[in-house]
């Protein structure tokens, strides 16, 4: 594989998992916390989630092994470090911790729970996950163009 190749397969990964992150940050959560009934926004969520945690795990895995190539190419520096810090941090959750915290907070019946609360907080960690993905888009910019 060359360098090049492993770099498009790296950087279109990213393009579709970030790119997915931003869509549910900007726009599923504002139109789940639009919506008034509890359970309409559970499933609502879940229907979103279900599909989207699947593709954001292909490119996640796609973008961890060509990311080593080009990490063996390039050998590490500060900007990979951050990259591969914010990889770390989505493969735990995606791979692991979500389910755990999803069972948690939706154990309870949609009535029973207070949805708006549950979203609002989800939607806040999202921006906090958009955040250090542009950080690390940045990082790997800067590493590859410096
Ligand atoms: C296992 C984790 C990762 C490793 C080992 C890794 C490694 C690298 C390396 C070595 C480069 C530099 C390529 C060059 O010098 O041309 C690079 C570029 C890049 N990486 Fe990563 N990366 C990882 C994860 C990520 C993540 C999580 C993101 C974003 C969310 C990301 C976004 C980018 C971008 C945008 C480039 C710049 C491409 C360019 O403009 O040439 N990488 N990566």
Excluded: C
């Excluded at 998992?17 to 009934?37: D, H, N, Q, S, Y």
């Excluded at 154990?107 to 950080?135: C, E, Y």
């Amino acid at each position: 594989m060359s360098y090049v190749t492993a770099l498009i397969i790296h950087v279109l990964s990213v393009v579709v998992w970030i790119g997915g992150v931003a869509f549910v940050t900007l726009v599923t959560f504002p139109m789940i916390l639009r919506e008034e009934k509890s359970l309409e926004q559970v499933m609502m969520f879940q229907g979103v989630e279900h599909r989207f945690a699947k593709i954001a795990k292909l490119m996640v895995i796609l973008a961890g092994l060509s990311g080593l190539y080009l990490l063996f190419e390039k050998g590490l520096s500060p900007g990979v470090w951050i990259m591969i810090v914010v990889w770390t941090f989505y493969a735990a959750l995606l791979f692991g911790l979500e389910k755990l915290i999803f069972k948690k907070i939706f154990s309870k019946p949609a009535d029973k729970l207070d949805t708006r609360k549950v979203f609002n907080i989800l939607q806040g960690f999202h921006w906090v996950v958009l955040t250090l993905s542009a950080l690390a888009i940045a990082a790997g910019i800067w590493t590859g163009h410096n």
